[in-house]
T-cell receptor, first 115, second 109 residues
Framework: DSGVTQTPKHLITATGQRVTLRCSPR?????VYWYQQSLDQGLQFLIQYYNGEERAKGNILERFSAQQFPDLHSELNLSSLELGDSALYFC??????????????FGEGSRLTVL | LAKTTQPISMDSYEGQEVNITCSHNNIATNDYITWYQQFPSQGPRFIIQGYKTKVTNEVASLFIPADRKSSTLSLPRVSLSDTAVYYCLVGDTSYKLIFGSGTRLLVRP
């Protein structure tokens, strides 16, 4: 158990819909990262937050947005869903130092299926 | 931001030592090298991290030559349960931690 909690574990929805994925980081971790992994593909970095502030952005679509709340949990919002958005979405967290400490702790992921 | 290149796949047999090499030609001075393991439908799991020379823990060793333009993850005496995808990650801060395409390791009986 990594200590990172993601909900929901599975989600099935239709094209054009909007969903919200939630992530609770490990206790004490200030950084939250979101990754997308399509079937048999690598991990695509979406976005990172540090203590409530957006810190880095990857190839995140304009239809996607995220935020980190004062209690440090994060939400990833996916709107106008398309079939190609079907994927596993992972959240990871890491410690509070600015210097890279080496270890990301990943949740079990949220599997999104768009029909 | 350092880009990494790894072999797409590797095959091995139980009990053998497996070495997976990652190239990172434009690694920066402050970059660390980290390896992760991922099983299907699970989040990646940290294996080992290093900056230079050699690092060893209970599951793997990491060899980094002096120029740091590559690194080799060494898994001693692999078992079937080591079948997974292995990712090399290079970064200096907690910004934009980008994974490469990974190496799919298949361990055969």
């Amino acid at each position: 158990d990594s200590g990172v909690t993601q909900t929901p574990k599975h989600l099935i929805t239709a094209t054009g819909q909007r969903v919200t994925l939630r992530c609770s980081p490990r206790s004490g971790d200030l950084s939250v990262y979101w990754y997308q992994q399509s079937l048999d593909q690598g991990l695509q970095f979406l976005i990172q937050y540090y203590n409530g502030e957006e810190r880095a952005k990857g190839n995140i679509l304009e239809r996607f947005s995220a935020q980190q709340f004062p209690d440090l949990h994060s939400e990833l919002n996916l709107s106008s869903l398309e079939l190609g958005d079907s994927a596993l979405y992972f959240c990871a967290s890491s410690g509070g130092q600015a210097k890279f400490t080496g270890e990301l702790f990943f949740g079990e992921g949220s599997r999104l299926t768009v029909l | 931001l350092a880009k990494t290149t790894q072999p797409i796949s590797m095959d091995s047999y139980e009990g053998q030592e497996v070495n997976i090499t990652c190239s990172h030609n434009n690694i920066a001075t402050n970059d660390y090298i980290t390896w992760y393991q991922q099983f299907p439908s699970q989040g990646p799991r940290f294996i080992i991290q290093g900056y230079k020379t050699k690092v060893t823990n209970e599951v793997a060793s990491l060899f980094i030559p002096a120029d740091r333009k590559s690194s080799t993850l060494s898994l001693p005496r692999v078992s079937l349960s080591d079948t997974a995808v292995y990712y090399c990650l290079v970064g200096d801060t907690s910004y934009k931690l980008i994974f490469g395409s990974g190496t799919r390791l298949l361990v055969r009986p």
